[in-house]
Nanobody, 117 residues
Framework: QVQLVESGGGLVQPGGSLGLSCAASGNIVSIGSMGWYRQGPDKQRELLATIAVSGVTNYADSVKGRLTISRDTAKNTMYLQMSSLTPEDSAVYYC???????????WGQGTQVTVSS
């Protein structure tokens, strides 16, 4: 079992920046790639970025240049730094961890990000 806890969400003004964290606990050694998703009101959950154990990252085209995913294996924590935020970025942001060599994935409980003046 893996437990994921997101933090760092909140209210930010348009054009602002915000950083999210995802702390992992439990069977950490089983974790392979990790990622960030978001789900806005009346929208499907959307993949934003992933980071492999090797540190290789991939981003959705819609967020390239504005989001940066990173991972501190020593702290068992993944991060998402967001900049140039717009109201369209308002959503619940989720972290995801995939177990190596399996189809098992774990999700955090989500953290709300609201971009508004």
């Amino acid at each position: 079992q893996v437990q994921l806890v997101e933090s760092g969400g909140g209210l930010v003004q348009p054009g602002g920046s915000l950083g999210l964290s995802c702390a992992a606990s439990g069977n950490i050694v089983s974790i392979g790639s990790m990622g960030w998703y978001r789900q806005g009101p009346d929208k499907q959950r959307e993949l934003l970025a992933t980071i492999a154990v090797s540190g290789v990252t991939n981003y959705a085209d819609s967020v390239k240049g504005r989001l940066t995913i990173s991972r501190d294996t020593a702290k068992n924590t993944m991060y998402l730094q967001m900049s140039s935020l717009t109201p369209e970025d308002s959503a619940v942001y989720y972290c995801n961890a995939r177990v190596r060599f399996s189809g098992i994935a774990y999700w955090g409980q989500g953290t709300q990000v609201t971009v508004s003046s």
